[in-house]
């Protein structure tokens, strides 16, 4: 693990949750001064990012010191539970901000001109810093492997992409304000975004519910376990199960063991560091132990059958 690549990767990660929250008011602020449901449809989402990038900080600096050692599932529910609760209310949301779309296309409001140039100046603005953070910390994920830094590049891609194309339409409000389709622009493109993030959150929702819940690990994902068995056939003596959890972004696994009494102890501790290290490397984001059971009788090699966890 090399820490100086975690500690770019907190930095990174830091200075965009401060970006966050020092832009999140006057975003706020322009979108009530403007009268846009558009930029409106920003506040939330930045909202959702500052909560992202805060648990994305606090874990990878918790890993960068050290503190998240050993098989740490409650940390783990806790912050998929957050998560799932932040993005139930992030979906309330859109849906409220839905309803006043259709209203604005049935009653129609102009929107301010001098506060929507504004506006759309501030997102080509977010568009230009999004596009930094996702060329540096996709860098920052290719020098170390991380779910976070890997979710967070993509998230900086949506939005630098999704601030473009909010520039675009706000651009065009302003430009068309004087034809008299040139007031639906605004609230039929927030529709459209808003229809669009619900649908996204979907499986996100389901994914939650899912990672709140006790499951075995999927089927290419114990392949994989059985060819590390495989490769260390004739350094173990008998197989007693795998026990895997989810929690959040993490796999836990724990293979059962046993070994001849006349084996050394160093050539077990070796078999079991390298069969960890295979897992781990063959398995992303996910963090192995081998656990060593008495050998009291014998259990065939061959009955790799994966036993469910608690």
């Known amino acids: 693990m090399n820490r100086d690549v975690l500690h770019q990767q907190e930095k990174s990660i830091f200075v965009g949750l401060v970006l966050a929250l020092i832009t999140s008011v006057p975003t706020l602020a322009l979108a009530l001064l403007s009268g846009s449901l558009l930029l409106l449809n920003d506040v939330p989402d930045n909202l959702r990012f500052i909560f992202t990038n805060f648990l994305g900080w606090r874990i990878l600096r918790s890993v960068r010191k050290g503190r998240l050692q050993g098989f740490d599932y409650g940390t783990d529910k806790l912050e998929t539970l957050v998560g799932l609760v932040c993005s139930i209310a992030y979906s309330m949301t859109m849906l409220l901000l839905g309803a006043f779309a259709i209203r604005r296309l049935i009653i129609t409001e102009p929107l301010d001109d001098t506060f929507t140039v504004i506006g759309a100046v501030s997102q080509l603005f977010i568009f230009l810093v999004q596009g930094w953070f996702w060329y540096r910390n996709k860098m920052l994920a290719k020098k170390q492997y991380s779910l976070i830094m890997e979710a967070l590049w993509r998230s900086n891609r949506a939005d630098s992409l999704g601030s473009l194309f909010f520039f675009i339409v706000l651009m065009l409000s302003f430009l068309f304000k004087e034809l008299s389709w040139g007031v639906y622009i605004d609230p039929a493109v927030t529709l459209v975004v808003v229809s669009y993030s619900i649908a996204s959150f979907i499986p996100v ?52 063991l046993s070994f001849n009494p006349e084996h050394h102890v160093g050539d077990i501790s070796q078999t079991i560091a390298s069969m960890s290290e295979l897992i781990e490397n063959d398995i992303p984001g996910s963090e192995a132990r081998v656990v060593f059971i008495p050998c009291k009788e014998e259990v065939p090699k061959h009955s790799s059958v994966f036993a469910k966890k608690d």
């Open 205 to 256: 929702l389901v994914s939650g519910v899912s990672d709140m819940l006790d499951k075995t690990l999927q089927e290419e994902l114990q392949l994989k376990i059985d060819r590390v068995l495989a490769v260390h056939f004739d350094d173990y003596d008998g197989f007693h199960g795998v026990r895997s959890r989810r929690a959040g972004g993490r796999v836990f696994i724990e293979v059962a």
